[in-house]
T-cell receptor, first 116, second 118 residues
């Protein structure tokens, strides 16, 4: 069984500060890893994904994440927060054996607030 | 270039009524997934369907819930005899058919249906 842990439910940063959202996963097989963002009353939008290859992946809106197998982590970072980054962020894992066409297991999500 | 379309966006039902949630996948996508999001929780997988087939329903409640994805038309998530605990946001996602070209394609999500039970 796979699982995702996102510690804490809320992170607050100042505009221009570093954003770090943590994600740890548990998987018995090589995972595919994803970060999604959800704005109020909307669906989930893909920020970035790791499938194979380079462990540092870059996504939209200046976000990036690094897959660290030894730490079973896939933390999301952005060097400088913008007010528009305020949203809820979800880390998810799927089973590499079946590729993208398998269910996603989500963490509980982290709400990011950005202070002026 | 329509994305995943879900309707209605909001649905209000009284206890005991039936709720039908519809999902039209992105053009060219033949795989549909349903997830449920309870307040202050992440999304929980419910069911994975391909055209006319249920592939994985390990997340579906044993009673009152059913899903279909007919050859023609949208996927339907049906909840019979709704109860207060069914109040949640229900999200549909879609992905393309399996192939070497699409194996790394992520799931694309709709904006969800917010179900409220009175």
């Amino acid at each position: 069984a796979q699982s995702v842990t996102q510690l804490g439910s809320h992170v607050s940063v100042s505009e221009g500060a570093l954003v770090l959202l943590r994600c740890n996963y548990s998987s018995s097989v090589p995972p595919y890893l994803f970060w999604y963002v959800q704005y109020p009353n909307q669906g989930l939008q893909l920020l970035l994904k790791y499938t194979t290859g380079a462990t540092l992946v870059k996504g939209i809106n200046g976000f990036e994440a690094e897959f660290k197998k030894s730490e079973t982590s896939f933390h999301l970072t952005k060097p400088s927060a913008h007010m528009s980054d305020a949203a809820e962020y979800f880390c998810a894992v799927s089973d590499e054996r079946t590729g993208a066409n398998s269910k996603l297991t989500f963490g509980k999500g982290i709400t990011l607030s950005v202070r002026p | 270039n329509a994305g995943v379309m879900q309707n209605p966006r909001h649905l209000v039902r009284r206890r005991g009524q039936e709720a039908r949630l519809r999902c039209s996948p992105m053009k060219g996508h033949s795989h549909v997934y349903w997830y449920r999001q309870l307040p202050e929780e992440g999304l929980k997988f419910m069911v994975y369907l391909q055209k006319e087939n249920i592939i994985d329903e390990s997340g579906m409640p044993k009673e009152r819930f059913s899903a279909e994805f007919p050859k023609e038309g949208p996927s339907i998530l049906r909840i019979q005899q709704v109860v207060r605990g069914d109040s949640a946001a229900y999200f549909c996602a879609s992905s393309p058919p399996n192939s070497r070209a699409t194996t790394n394609q992520p799931q694309h999500f709709g904006d969800g249906t917010r179900l409220s039970i009175l």
